[in-house]
């Protein structure tokens, strides 16, 4: 999707590039996240500006860039946005907002020196005493804890304050092994992902993102 025009960023008075289907926006100069205006009641974007003054930097973290074009199964896509998040161990992971040109988006997420692509899903998530079902499926699970997000920049579908804790549980399905389950989850939110191990190639200012 295309920008709409811009918006004043309410810390430096930079223009900021405005985006349809996205709620926050760093503003590339200082750094400041600017909630949009149809999700300012939503995200309490008076509390979250004017108290906290969320404000992570104007760089990229990681190894790839914002506006870094690429492919993947043929489809163009454009990195639009990325979160950096930190665990109670203090490990950092970076997680890559993408859109393809036929507005699908997703998730390319780095983690020790592995890629992982992974799309949001609409199944049910059901955590009890005989394990953790995602949909028909059952997942094993790899990894679980709590995180908080360390840095973000760029246009993103979501934000949080910077102390807000972020649960996740990692896992791979019992019928499918290549296939990989992620829950993150709020006190009030919880999203369901899927995703598999993926290749990157990259090349000045290009990546192609190939399944393993």
């Known amino acids: 999707m295309g920008a709409v025009g811009t918006v004043e960023c309410p810390s430096c008075s930079a223009p900021v590039e405005r985006v349809p289907g996205v709620r926050t926006v760093s503003c590339p100069y200082c750094g400041t996240v600017i909630v949009s205006e149809e999700h300012r009641k939503e995200f309490q974007a008076e509390e979250i500006l004017e108290k906290t003054k969320i404000s992570y930097g104007p760089r990229d973290r990681g190894p790839l860039g914002i506006d870094t074009a690429g492919f993947y199964n043929n489809q163009g896509f454009v990195i639009k946005g990325v979160i950096e998040y930190r665990d109670s161990d203090g490990w950092t992971w970076q997680e890559y907002f993408i859109k393809f ?107 192609d993102i190939l399944r393993m």
């Open 101 to 207: 040109n036929d507005g699908k988006v997703g998730w390319l997420e780095y983690d020790d020196g592995d890629y992982f692509l992974n799309f949001e899903i609409d199944e049910e998530f059901k955590k009890g005493m005989f394990g953790i079902k995602i949909g028909n499926d059952k997942m094993k699970v790899k990894e679980k804890g709590t995180s908080i997000i360390n840095y973000q920049h760029g246009h993103l579908p979501f934000s949080y304050p910077p102390d807000t804790q972020i649960k996740y549980i990692d896992g791979r399905s019992t019928k499918d092994p290549r296939k990989r389950y992620s829950v993150e989850y709020t006190d009030n939110e919880v999203e369901v992902y899927e995703g598999v191990k993926v290749r990157v190639e990259k090349s000045e200012n290009h990546i």
